[in-house]
């Protein structure tokens, strides 16, 4: 028995750092993408990218097919990381519990009525806790990780804006993102997603998210900077912007850089 016992502990064990060495693999090639001189020169801070050839990099590797598990997870062990969607607004956790007295006892009778929004994925998840790391140190911003799921009638958020950059990683279902730009008037672009897709989205692009199945679970890296002057400090500092400075900008002093952006 102890050695049956033994064997299986060392199965598992190689199966987890296999599964590690994998997940840390398609992690640095996520970072390859966004870190891509031509995407930072043509399209970070100026318009959305989707790239619709990636789904091997997360699809398997991030494990979000157990949805019902990481619901479960942060309803028992992180509540406060929960929020929900009521006639388009996001309440969270505390609040809803107080509101008029629903008495939702458990996340799927839930899911039934409220769109879930779970965030601090990071918490629960090896896939995304390690790609918002490394996000942090390459953009030197906060990344906050959330998965959206909604299901049957229920509808999500209205037409906003974040306040950070988002990279949009499409699970399961499928779902049309409407793009307008940062008055949000002109609509920009009208993106399907469909599972194994990617999308990014500048700060301050407003967008309208309209589920086209039956179900749909998506999750949001985001590029968070509490001030522009953050930002603009990390373009000068870190060598991932450089190609979205002008070339004749590069090499003036950090003062003259700073007036001109």
């Known amino acids: 028995i102890e050695r049956g016992l033994t064997l299986r502990v060392l199965e598992n064990t190689m199966r987890d750092n296999k599964r ?37 990099l997360f699809l398997k590797t991030a494990d979000l097919a157990h949805f019902a598990k990481l619901i479960d997870r942060h309803w028992n062990l992180f509540p406060e990381s929960m929020s929900f969607y009521r006639k388009g607004r996001q309440i969270d956790y505390e609040s809803f519990q107080n509101v008029d007295n629903i008495g939702v006892d458990s996340w799927i009778e839930l899911l039934r009525q409220h769109p879930v ?10 896939f995304f806790a390690q790609l918002s790391v490394l996000m942090q140190y390459h953009f030197g911003a906060f990344t ?10 229920t509808k999500g958020a209205k037409k906003h804006r974040d306040r950070g950059h988002i990279f949009v990683f499409q699970f399961q279902g499928s779902c049309k993102w409407t793009l307008h ?9 009208e993106v399907v997603m469909k599972p194994g897709m990617l999308m990014y989205v500048p700060q301050g692009i407003y967008h309208r998210v309209e589920r086209l199945s039956e179900f749909n679970l998506h999750v ?14 990390s373009m000068l500092n870190l060598p991932v912007f450089l190609p979205a400075l002008p070339a004749e900008h590069r090499n003036l002093n950090i003062d003259k850089q700073s007036a001109l952006l």
């Open 117 to 126: 929004l779970v965030q601090r994925l990071y918490l629960s998840n090896e």
């Open 220 to 233: 949001s890296v985001g590029l968070r900077y509490y001030h522009p002057q953050d930002e603009m400090k």
């Open 20 to 56: 590690r060495k994998l997940t840390m693999r398609n992690v640095d090639k996520l970072l390859k993408l966004f870190c891509d001189d031509n995407f930072i020169a043509n399209y970070w801070q100026r318009q959305p990218k989707v790239w619709t050839e990636a789904k091997n």
């Open 144 to 153: 906050p990780v959330s998965a959206y799921v909604s299901y049957g009638n």
């Open 181 to 189: 730009d940062k008055s949000s008037r002109k609509k920009i672009d």
